[in-house]
């Protein structure tokens, strides 16, 4: 079994910042992606950072400039730096991440889904 949990929520005041972090453990051969998605009171879960294994990154327009996602590939960790934060970023915050699993010498793989259970961010005005 693989899990990802999910800690640095909490209240922050406008403006402030708040550091998200995931930690993936159980078998895993690899993780390619990893990402931050986002789902407010009343709405459906909307992608807000994602990255893959090499670094490459992908940011929803609300939150560019405002947040850096990185990660930490011996740890199998991915973090989620929130700055400035706004009221709308009021959501939980929930990690994933594509788990590879080499099935044969060839290098066939199969890929898991794989979310964290999440962490409620609440910015207040």
């Known amino acids: 079994q693989v899990q990802l949990v999910e800690s640095g929520g909490g209240l922050v005041q406008a403006g402030g910042s708040l550091r998200l972090s995931c930690a993936a453990s159980g078998s895993i051969d690899s993780i390619t992606n990893m990402g931050w998605y986002g789902q407010a009171p009343g709405k459906q879960r909307e992608l807000v950072a994602a990255i893959t294994s090499g670094g490459s990154t992908n940011y929803a327009d609300t939150v560019q400039g405002r947040f850096t996602i990185s990660r930490d590939n011996a740890k199998n960790t991915v973090y989620l730096q929130m700055n400035s934060l706004k009221p709308a970023d009021t959501a939980v915050y929930y990690c994933?991440?594509?788990?590879?699993?080499?099935?044969?010498?060839?290098?066939?793989?199969?890929?898991?889904?794989?979310w964290g259970k999440g962490t409620l961010v609440t910015v207040s005005s």
């Open positions: 994933h991440a594509s788990i590879r699993f080499v099935i044969n010498v060839e290098g066939a793989y199969r890929t898991r889904e794989v």
